[in-house]
């Protein structure tokens, strides 16, 4: 039997507003971080995208600071996620004069600084720019009582880590930490050990796992071949699109063929401004554009709930990057579907995939291709692809033992592929 909000242990105000907004059943996560938040403890939740973490977050934050009169600091990887988190806040607390701080780049310094004058309840922020306010002495984080580190797992693979331990540093020791992420790789572990005492553990899914509700396919394409593949999806599909691409430029190519195609679509990365982003995603959420196309960074603020098809035009450089992109569809208790093109050179990048999401991901056979889009010398990419798929065939992982092992290659060759994921993150 599923259990209310009622059953929480939320106090009776906040527990009027979550009935006001029409909010009925709490997601899995929210069942087991709420009533445990709610006294104070720490807390590790591990919970794909799209299962209601902010609420599991919010409601108890806002129950702690009620009651100490202290400040609550919420910490996200980018400026799309603070600003619809911050949203999210200001929703539930409109009725009793919540006030935020929303610190993130590209926006306003003065406006900011005006902010945090304010005395706000919650400051809401990315690491660069909490970091920036640290260093002008515009912001005091000596009366946080509350941390929250959401999708702790991207800010560290985006860098963030030593922007993180400064933040911390001005926190008073004697806060509650509650810390979400969607995996659990060992630099997360550091984190707890460093920054909180005797968390609990909730857990909703196995870490790294893909939602069930999500249909996961692979195709095996020629480089050439992706656009008339991605078109042919289109075609099949009917409902809104979000198409990944590895870097920025490709995102802008991608972006001109789809438009090409005759389908409204915006295109969502670095290179933009964040009123640009933000004009991108508005689109796409108000069903103005069908199709999103976007990089990894700028796709962390997408929270979108009826996403009906995911397309990994280019496989994620890291492999847990795949669970988070396929977290973008099936959410709200709705099915999805997740589709991947990988060339027949990349086995070793689909085998990294299938080890971080713990299962096999199935080859389907290419589809009929407009002949018009076809290229010559077909029989040659037939060949590849067989032997791609005999081999993926033959190949057995025991999941839950798998390690990486240690690489072979060549001190040079390492230096190459670290230079090449360097620049690889620079043009996300």
């Known amino acids: 039997m599923s259990k209310t909000f009622a059953e929480l242990g939320m106090a009776p105000k906040l527990l009027a507003i979550v009935e006001q907004l029409k909010f009925t059943t709490p ?10 938040a709610s006294k104070g403890r720490d807390v590790i939740g591990i919970a794909q995208t799209g299962t209601g973490k902010t609420l599991a977050f919010a409601l108890p934050l806002l129950q702690q600071i009620s009651s100490t009169r202290r400040l609550g600091l919420i910490v996200l990887p980018t400026r799309e996620l603070a600003i619809q988190v911050d949203e999210e806040l200001k929703k539930i607390g409109r009725s009793f004069g ?5 610190l993130i780049g590209g926006g306003a310094m003065s406006k900011q600084i005006r902010q945090i004058k304010a005395r706000p309840h919650i400051v809401v922020g990315t690491p660069g720019r909490l970091n920036d306010h640290l260093e002008h002495r515009a912001l005091k984080l000596d009366r946080v009582g509350v941390l929250v580190l959401d999708e702790a797992d991207r800010m560290l693979d985006m860098g963030f880590a030593p922007q993180i331990k400064r933040i911390v540093n001005h926190i008073p020791r004697q806060r509650q930490t509650m810390l979400f992420s969607a995996t659990m790789p060992r630099e997360i572990l ?14 909703v899914a196995v870490a790294g796992t893909v939602a ?28 809104t699109v979000l198409v990944f691409s590895r870097t920025k430029y490709g995102a802008k190519k991608i972006c001109r063929a789809v438009r090409g195609m005759g389908h409204d679509v915006a295109e969502m990365h670095s290179n933009l401004s964040l009123s640009q982003r933000r004009r991108s995603l508005e689109g796409f959420k108000s069903g103005k554009h069908r199709v999103l196309v976007a990089t990894d960074i700028a796709a962390r603020g997408i929270d979108v709930t009826d996403i009906e098809l995911v397309v990994n035009f280019d496989l994620p450089d890291n492999p847990d990057d795949y669970v988070h ?17 990988a060339t027949p050179d990349q086995r070793k990048e689909v085998y990294g995939i299938e080890r971080s999401v713990q299962q096999r991901i199935d080859i389907s056979p290419l589809p009929e291709l407009p002949p018009a889009r076809q290229s010559g010398g077909d029989h040659g990419y037939r060949t590849r692809e067989k032997r791609f798929s005999d081999a993926h065939r033959r190949t057995t992982f025991s999941y839950a033992k798998s390690k990486r092992q240690p690489s072979r290659r060549s001190s040079g060759q390492r230096q190459r592929s670290s230079g090449n994921k360097r620049r690889a993150r620079v043009h996300a």
């Open 190 to 203: 550091r984190m707890v050990d460093q920054y909180m005492k005797n968390p609990k553990r909730v857990e």
């Open 212 to 239: 069930e509700r999500v249909n996961q396919e692979l195709y095996v394409v020629e480089k050439h071949q992706k656009n008339q593949l991605l078109e042919k999806m289109l075609n099949d599909h009917n409902g």
């Open 325 to 341: 992109r396929v977290g973008r569809t099936g959410r709200a208790g709705k099915t999805g579907k997740a589709i991947s093109f």
């Open 27 to 36: 997601t899995p996560i929210q069942v087991e971080a709420i009533p445990v």
């Open 98 to 102: 919540l006030r935020t701080a929303l």
